[in-house]
């Protein structure tokens, strides 16, 4: 059984920053890539932000050089700051995390989504 918790999301007027936090607990064994989503109404999820177990990142075009993913290994947790926030990033925002158990198999487990609100 494994956990996430996000946490970080709210109210924020356009041009300012919010971090999100995602703890990842339970029956892990080695957690691979790590990213982050958002679903905004009537539109599909997209991936917002990822990072590999050796640290590389990658970020959609509408959020580079203003959104930093980062992770600490020792907490299983992975960290989106996002800075100069535009009402077109208002969304639910979701962790996901790649997962390899004691028996090498591979699992993708979701956060239940935080709510991230962009006021112009």
């Known amino acids: 059984q494994v956990q996430l918790v996000e946490s970080g999301g709210g109210l924020v007027q356009a041009g300012g920053s919010l971090r999100l936090s995602c703890v990842v607990s339970?029956?892990?064994?080695?957690?691979?890539?790590m990213g982050w989503y958002r679903q905004a109404p009537e539109k599909e999820r997209e991936l917002v932000a990822a990072?590999?177990?050796?640290?590389?990142?990658s970020y959609a075009d509408s959020v580079k050089g203003r959104f930093t993913i980062s992770r600490d290994n020792a907490k299983n947790t992975v960290y989106l700051q996002m800075n100069s926030l535009k009402p077109e990033d208002t969304a639910v925002y979701y962790c996901?995390?790649?997962?390899?158990?004691?028996?090498?198999?591979?699992?993708?487990?979701w956060g239940q989504g935080t709510q991230v609100t962009v006021s112009s």
């Open positions: 339970g029956s892990i064994f080695t957690i691979n890539r």
């Open positions: 996901n995390v790649m997962i390899t158990s004691n028996l090498g198999r591979n699992y993708s487990y």
């Open positions: 990072i590999g177990s050796g640290s590389s990142t």
